[in-house]
């Protein structure tokens, strides 16, 4: 007989927005390495890429977490996804891009947490889009000055 009582929770969140550059010049930076470009603060292992880069099946390791990110699906220029197992949660982010009539790209966030824990649960519970809209101004400034946009 089964006497764990903890129940695992899911949260979702979802943000889009719009960049002024077409989707082939934006998807190469949705990239672990890439990221180092314009993501400040940004850090990660490389554990398994045939390329160095992005790609299906591309595995690496943050150190919030620490978390452990597969790239389950990679279609440039169109959709990435990962997997992200941390030891309180699993989370799922899927990542669309699509031309606009400007020239420019939709990207649409999409974000599934799962907690394994209690911790876990907060966690997921404690999301909002805030973090995803931080870093679509972060792309968008790269993007069009080819700087990355400092912490201070």
């Not at 719009?18 to 672990?32: K, Q, S």
């Not at 299906?56 to 919030?64: G, I, K, L, Q, Y």
């Not at 997921?124 to 679509?136: E, K, P, V």
Request: aromatic share 10%; proline share 7%; net charge negative.
């Amino acid at each position: 007989m089964n006497t764990n009582t903890f129940r695992s929770q899911r949260a979702f969140t979802e943000y889009a927005g719009e960049l002024d550059a077409p989707p082939e010049a934006v998807f190469p930076l949705l990239c672990p390495v890439r990221e180092y470009d314009w993501l400040d603060g940004w850090a990660c292992r490389m554990i398994y890429s045939e390329s160095g880069v992005a790609e299906e099946n591309c595995v690496f390791e943050t150190p919030s977490g620490p978390s452990t990110w597969n790239v389950d699906r990679y279609e440039p220029p169109s959709r990435v996804s990962f997997t992200v197992v941390s030891p309180d949660q699993v989370s799922r982010l899927k990542i669309e891009l699509e031309p606009t009539a400007a020239g420019g790209t939709r990207l649409t966030w999409q974000r599934m947490y799962t907690g394994l824990t209690e911790a876990g649960n907060a966690n997921a519970n404690s999301h909002t889009t805030g973090h995803d809209h931080a870093l679509m101004r972060q792309l968008d400034h790269y993007l069009k000055t080819g700087q990355m946009v400092r912490s201070v």
